[in-house]
């Protein structure tokens, strides 16, 4: 199958017949293409309020009067260190105009080359020169203004749709001037309170030509206005399939390289931590409090019943058929505390040894984890690893383009991130060297499989006590969040080594089906005698596969 | 270990076993089933029982025992009679007295009488009533009026600043939750079961009047001086306010809803249930006051400057013989006073009093806490060393108040885990004793209790927490280099770790969500602790939302004192150590953030104040603006001078809805913009947006960034374009309307105005409501009709469509 067809923009097919200007890309990492909209960049410079008292006024449209010099610091210099990460993986940091907040927002790209970056702000704009290596030409398009929160991108046919709080818009410039004019309401249906809680982010298309929504509940807790809490379908039609219940604070919504999509959901009540969920038409995905808008479709069948606050995700889901656990657990905090936007690597190798696997972003922690899933019994499921901190601000969207550059764009405004900074745009590149990893990690009858990206040291490997693991799960309830409770300490009995030195197999005493397992290798040393980048794995175990 | 969420499961079991332990079994037969004795009978690990219980129940005011003993029993006094004490109805006195088990399911207080036959019991009830009036007189204060609203209020107060901690809640939490539990499958409402499981209130409309219990409840050690009844720091209102709600049935006036906006319901006043007027008679009271000696009421019942000695004979505590024939502790004492306790209870008693020696020792620190903490039932709210914490049912209680998104440490209290070793001994004094609040945006109280209640907890926190205490061994901030002070500032801020993204500061709000001022952490920590914490903030408070800022030790700000973690967290604590001479944190204070329109339309989609959740702003350089309601697809406001400040959208959540920023608001008529009426008698129709088939399609914007809203409804399509026109003082605005369908539609109707009153002009155009000018331009003879509809003054345009196309222009001048 052709992994590109996956990525919502068609991949590395040129659909833009049309061509209103030219692109002045240089030295692109990927596909410089005509450029599809005839873009003028910025040209105002920006001064702080700071520094005049009163409103100022800037050349080119949109004005902006700001007296918070603080929001503005693509001046300030890198405050990350360097780690024993970035042998393997580079940040690279696109610089800001002055002037321009690029409070992350969503990701597109563009089959012209250029980078569409939406904004909190509701601005979109046309980054071009992306790509290049030392980034010093990047020109930044201001192309829409005004907008409501953009929390999703995607292109098709000339039009660039965009998820807005209260409604799906597609636009497009259609006098040529580098500017969208042409704004039209591809489908609204679904309420809005003027709660902050209430966004929406929407996917790139899918294989059919859809966008998935995934809706913020009205607060933490609640569900006050049509739909809220669901994840919704807007087919190429501008119809809206409702298609999911009980999503509550999502992050980030995106496809896997087959094409299946998934959101992050948040800590809070009735998700004991942050989690991947999967969404298939149909599941209720755990909150509890949308469901009360079963009233307005019948598309998905009968209304769930509520699950019992206080029980477990694993107990509750063999009661209520349509609860699909989540596929993979962040423990709180350990691998994050603002699970975010995602991105899958379909690149083949372009982005390193993780073909296939999910990439997803924590705010909090200005991070990227790094997800494998498997299906066990139709259902996915999976562990997680940490895979490259130090970003400059809170991660929020995500997009790997076809070479293998991963672009992920942050914001920390309302919620602070250990970057620091108020935003950023930055690419995550592989330097060519493979790190010593977990590149897998398959639940087995009685253990588990783990491979690895280089053949291991047989002797450390094979040895049980290179390994400890501890297993926990949540408690699903009502109210905010959970300890991990339920703590057991499965046995690793006995490891086998495969002849090329590249997998382990597990045998492990107490597995503990619904329970996540923390499976520590700091006694694994590659065949070069190093230890795991990143030693620590999180599966969560929903099932145990069967014989 | 505590958890931040206390495990439930440990807490569900803990509940449970206190259930099947004290209060699923009758107490005594014949007697309506009890509650058990205070919460203080919580089987709690670490805590034992049987002590606790002769603490509670006082047992050596009779039984005389050694200071040690009595130091070690804490024990709980019995509320003064007389002055300082509360004055207690006839009524309630004579049946509490004749049956304490019944009047008062729980009581503490043991059944004196019950050895009296008959005759005798009745005038022994009827002496005692007497003396216990006449300490106090009977002269009651002037009765209050019920007021609705009031009870409203202290419903709410009841259910929400702690109360129910301790006593049971009236009402499913479900009523007052602004957001714990959320979805409504929280357990049904038992009262029953949260009653066996509190501190009992017992009759209290018959027992007393809405000015006692408020004047109880404003300073309640004094009259319960050893603070098992702490004060809640309440205001009078508030106060009265729960003495209402709890002596509602003394009226006939129901509990306002918040939603009414009747005037408060002036009542009856409200007077005690069972009413009796007593006057005193002297002989009784006389007789009554020998018995108080002699049944050794005296024991328990301070009478303030009327000093009297229980002569009622009782062996001294060192000589007790628990399994004596007759004794308050069997279930059928014959003459000895009997307690309503548990066969558990009573075995729990008896196990200590076989090992009453260890009693004269006194308590590991540890153990004293526990033992403080079960006393005065702090575990009700706060966890520590894995014990206690509110029970899943109650915790559904605590809320936050307001909308702050904290998530349970907005509303759980702390745990109280390693508190000696994270608190300064000052600031735990201060919480315990002197209304110091650091969590504001907490809905529960921390009261406040009486010195000699906790004075030895503050000591015993930090002697019990003393082994991590000692390692505070870190300089003082005078160590810290001066120069250091202003990183600490930076490091605050936008450019370091942005603490001021969730904390408040100096009581300025942050930027996200109001978490802990941060000037109130030198004053509450200690320095030790303060930087254990930073380095890895879910260690010391599991579950909590503070994220590390030093992963694996290692500062995330490598660009500020080298990434040094130590000088970093030294300049923190000695900047929020003296913060108000250093300046606020950069960042902090957000300015205004007007959006002009210079040459060209600004567009602000957003929470618009008067437009709607999907509002969409335009501002126009000619210095007018709109606002349009993407919603309810219609021109919502109008204005003249500076367009909008985006502000508040654009710092931290960006929540609630902003206003217009110039002046001459307008608001132009709610509801649909079209109808179609087919005569002149109909009304316009109440129905609007979706539901009325409005749809909205977008916007086209013009050259100058002027947008035209597209809209729909009825299969008709609606081009609706506005621009502005400069003027000599203020801009007015052009609106054209262009209606396209495929079919021609008659009896359609433009609502240009509804409101008080429409004034034709001799121009043609019309005065609304003596502040705004409308002018229209219309195809061929249509013209606008003024009407009186449904009490209001409309101005209603024709659209008269020629082909397949209708059109007019309305000019706007204010």
Redesign the interface.
């Known amino acids: 199958m052709d992994p590109s067809a996956k990525t919502g923009w068609g991949g590395g097919v040129d659909l833009f017949p049309e061509v209103h200007g030219e692109a002045i890309v240089k030295q692109s990492e990927s596909c410089p293409r005509p450029a599809r909209f005839a873009t003028r960049p910025v040209t105002a410079a920006f001064k702080s309020?700071a520094a005049l008292p009163s409103?100022?006024?800037?050349q080119g449209?949109?004005?902006?009067?700001?007296?918070?010099?603080?929001?503005l610091?693509s001046n300030?210099?890198?405050?990350?260190?360097p780690s024993a990460e970035d042998q393997y993986y580079q940040i690279i940091t696109i610089p800001i105009p002055s002037g321009i907040?690029l409070e992350a927002g969503a990701l597109q790209l563009l089959p012209d080359g250029k980078l569409a970056s939406a904004t909190?702000?509701?601005d979109i704009y046309l980054i071009e020169g992306a790509f290049e290596n030392p980034p010093a030409h990047v020109k930044f398009h201001h192309f829409a203004?005004?907008?409501?929160?953009v929390l999703g991108l995607a292109y098709r046919d000339g039009w660039l749709y965009c998820a807005?709080?209260?409604?799906v818009?597609r636009m497009k410039d259609?006098?040529g001037d580098g500017r969208?004019?042409?704004?039209?309401?591809v489908n609204?249906d679904w309420g809005?309170?003027?709660?902050?809680?209430?966004y929406a982010f929407g996917s790139h298309f899918d294989k059919d030509g859809n966008i998935w929504l995934a809706l913020c509940l009205t607060?933490?807790?609640?569900s006050e206005t049509d739909y809220r809490g669901w994840c919704l379908r807007i087919t190429p039609e501008g119809k809206m399939l409702p298609t999911c219940s009980g999503l509550r604070s999502p992050g980030g919504i995106g496809t896997n390289y087959l094409g299946d999509m998934f959101f992050t959901d948040n800590?809070?009540?009735?998700n004991g931590a942050c989690s991947l969920k999967h969404l298939a038409p149909g599941d209720f995905e755990g909150?509890?409090?949308g469901n009360k808008w079963f009233k307005l479709t019948e598309a998905l069948g009968p209304r769930p019943t509520?699950?019992?606050?206080?029980s477990r995700m694993f107990v509750e889901a063999k009661k209520i058929p349509q609860l699909k656990p989540p596929a993979v657990y962040f423990p709180?905090?350990k691998m994050g505390?603002s699970a975010s936007g995602l991105a899958s690597d379909y690149t083949r190798g372009k982005f390193g040894p993780f073909t296939n696997q999910l990439f997803v972003g924590d705010q909090?922690?200005?991070t990227v984890m790094r997800v494998y899933m498997e299906k066990i019994k139709g259902r996915y499921q999976g562990a997680c690893f940490m895979f490259k901190?130090?970003f400059d601000s809170g991660n929020l969207a995500l997009e790997m383009a076809p070479g293998g550059v991963l672009f992920v764009q942050g914001t920390?405004?309302?919620?602070?991130?250990?970057?620091?900074k108020?935003f950023a745009l930055q690419r995550l590149v592989w330097t060519g060297q493979v790190p010593f990893e977990v590149h897998e990690m398959r639940a087995q009858p009685d253990g588990f499989e783990v491979s690895f990206t280089e053949p291991v040291d047989p002797a450390t490997a094979g040895s049980p006590e290179s390994y400890k693991m501890e297993s926990y799960t949540y408690?699903y309830?009502?109210?905010?969040?959970?300890?991990e409770?339920?703590k057991t300490t499965p046995m690793v009995k006995k490891v086998t080594v495969s002849r090329d030195g590249l997998r382990v197999r597990l045998t492990v005493e107490g597995l503990e089906e619904g329970h996540i397992h923390e499976l520590d290798m700091s006694g694994v040393r590659s065949g070069k005698g190093q230890p795991l980048l990143h030693k620590t794995a999180y599966y969560t175990l929903n099932s145990i596969p069967e014989e | 270990m505590a958890?931040?969420?206390v495990?439930?499961?440990s807490l569900?079991f803990l509940l449970a076993s206190l259930l099947n332990s004290c209060f699923s079994q009758t107490i005594l037969p014949g007697e309506v089933t009890a509650a058990a004795i205070g919460p203080a009978t919580a089987p709690l690990n670490g805590v034992n029982g049987g002590e606790l219980l002769l603490g509670e129940l006082n047992c050596i005011a009779c039984h005389q025992t050694e200071a040690a003993v009595n130091a070690r029993l804490f024990p709980r006094q019995s509320p003064p009679l007389g002055e300082g004490g509360l004055r207690l109805t006839p009524q309630y006195l004579r049946s509490f007295l004749n049956a304490p088990f019944a009047e008062k399911p729980g009581t503490t207080m043991p059944d004196l009488l019950h050895a009296l036959s008959g005759p005798q019991k009745a005038e022994a009830v009827e002496a005692l009533a007497h003396f216990i009036c006449w300490l106090k007189g009977t002269n009651n204060s002037n009765p209050v009026r019920a007021n609705q609203l009031q009870m409203w209020q202290g419903r709410l107060l009841y259910h929400q600043i702690g109360c129910v901690a301790c006593h049971s809640p009236q009402e499913a939490a479900a009523a007052f939750a602004s957001?714990?539990?959320?979805?409504?499958?929280?357990?049904p409402f038992e009262r029953r079961s949260f009653e066996n499981a509190s501190v009992p209130l017992g009759n209290l409309a018959k027992k007393t009047t809405v000015p006692e219990l408020s004047s109880f409840l404003m300073n309640p050690l004094s009259a319960r001086p050893s603070g098992r009844m702490p004060s809640l720091n309440l205001k009078e209102g508030e106060a009265t306010a729960i003495a209402m709600y709890l002596l509602r049935e003394q009226s006939s006036a129901s509990i306002a809803s918040q939603s009414a906006n009747a005037p408060s319901h002036q009542a009856l006043p409200m007077a005690p249930l069972e009413h009796e007027s007593l006057v005193v008679d002297l002989e009784k009271a006389n007789r009554g006051k020998d018995l108080f000696a002699s049944f050794g009421c005296a024991a328990c019942h301070q009478l303030g400057s009327l000093a009297m000695a229980s002569t009622l004979k009782a062996k001294a505590f060192a000589e007790l013989d628990a399994e004596a024939t007759d004794s308050c502790l069997g279930a059928t004492p014959q003459k000895a006073p009997k307690h309503a306790m548990s066969a558990q209870q009573r075995a729990a008693i008896k196990s200590t009093l076989a090992a009453r020696e260890e009693l004269s020792k006194p308590l590991s620190a540890s153990k004293q806490v526990a033992r403080i903490m079960a006393a005065l039932n702090c575990f009700a709210c706060h966890s520590r060393d894995g014990l206690g914490g509110p029970t899943?049912s109650r915790?559904?209680y605590f809320t936050v108040v307001g909308?702050a998104?904290l998530?349970?440490e907005g509303r759980i209290p702390p745990t109280l885990t390693g508190v000696g070793d994270k608190l300064r001994p000052e600031w735990l004094r201060a919480v315990l004793l002197n209304k110091g609040v650091a969590r504001p945006y907490m809905a529960t109280r921390m009261p406040q209790f009486s010195p000699a209640g906790v004075g030895r907890l503050t000591a015993g926190f930090i002697q019990a927490d003393a082994a991590v205490s000692e390692r505070d061994v870190s300089p003082q901030n005078d160590d810290v280099p001066i120069h250091d002070v202003g990183y600490g500032r930076k490091l605050v801020?936008?450019?370091?770790?942005?603490?001021i993204?969730?904390h408040l500061f100096a009581q300025h709000k942050s930027?996200?969500?109001p978490a802990m001022d941060l000037t109130l952490m030198t004053r509450r920590l200690k320095k030790d602790w303060f930087h254990r914490y930073l380095l890895d903030p879910?260690a010391l408070r599991?579950?909590t939302?503070m994220?590390?800022?030093f992963?694996e030790g290692?500062s995330?700000?490598?660009?500020?004192l080298k990434?040094d973690p130590g000088r970093q967290i030294n300049a923190l604590w000695a900047y929020l150590g003296r913060s108000k001479e250093a300046g606020l944190p950069?960042?902090l204070?957000?300015?205004?953030?007007?959006?002009?329109?210079?040459n060209?339309a600004?567009?602000?989609?957003?929470?618009i104040q008067g437009a709607?959740?999907?509002g969409?702003g335009v501002g126009y350089p000619e210095k007018a603006n709109i606002a349009f309601d993407?919603?309810e697809l219609r021109l919502a406001l109008i204005w003249q001078g500076p367009f909008i400040d985006?502000a508040r959208h654009?710092?931290?959540?960006?929540?609630?809805?902003e206003g217009p920023l110039g002046y001459n608001v307008v608001k132009m008529p709610a509801g649909a913009p079209f109808a179609i009426l087919t005569g002149a008698a109909s009304k316009w129709p109440e129905v609007s947006g979706k539901k009325a088939g409005y749809?909205?399609?977008?916007?086209?914007?013009?050259?100058q960034?002027r947008p035209t809203f597209?809209y729909s409804f009825a299969n008709i399509g609606v081009e609706d374009y506005v621009v502005a026109v400069s003027g000599d003082l203020d801009a007015s605005l052009r609106r054209a309307l262009s209606l396209q369908s495929e079919h021609p539609v008659e009896n359609l109707w433009f609502r240009a105005w509804a409101g008080t009153k429409i004034e034709p002009q001799r121009d043609g155009s019309f005065l609304a409501d003596g502040r705004i000018k409308l002018h229209f331009e219309l195809a061929g003879a249509a013209k606008p009709a003024v009407r009186q509809s449904e009490g209001k003054s409309e101005l209603l345009v024709p659209i008269v469509f020629q082909g397949k196309k209708a059109a007019l222009v309305e000019e706007l001048v204010w």
């Open positions: 309020l409103a100022l006024f800037l449209g949109l004005v902006l009067a700001v007296a918070f010099a603080g929001c610091v300030v210099k890198a405050a990350n260190q907040i909190r702000l509701g203004s005004g907008l409501h929160e807005q709080r209260g409604e818009t259609v006098d969208a004019d042409r704004f039209e309401t609204d809005i309170s003027g709660d902050y809680h209430e607060g933490s807790f609640t800590q809070g009540p009735w909150h509890p409090d509520t699950p019992q606050s206080g709180y905090p505390q909090t922690h200005s901190q130090g920390d405004r309302g919620c602070g991130a250990r970057g620091g108020a408690i309830q009502a109210s905010y969040g959970s300890p409770v339920d | 958890h931040r969420v495990s439930r499961s569900t957001n714990p539990s959320g979805t409504g499958n929280a357990t899943a915790a559904e909308t998104d998530g349970d801020g936008t450019e370091g770790f942005s603490c993204s969730c930027l996200g969500i879910s599991p579950g939302r994220p590390s800022f992963p290692k995330v700000r490598q660009d500020i990434g950069p960042g204070i957000q300015g205004k953030m007007e959006l002009v329109a210079t060209e600004v567009i602000y989609r957003n929470f709607g959740a999907r969409i993407a919603n985006a654009r710092n931290g959540r960006g929540d609630g809805f749809q909205m399609q977008g916007y086209q914007l013009d050259g960034r597209l």
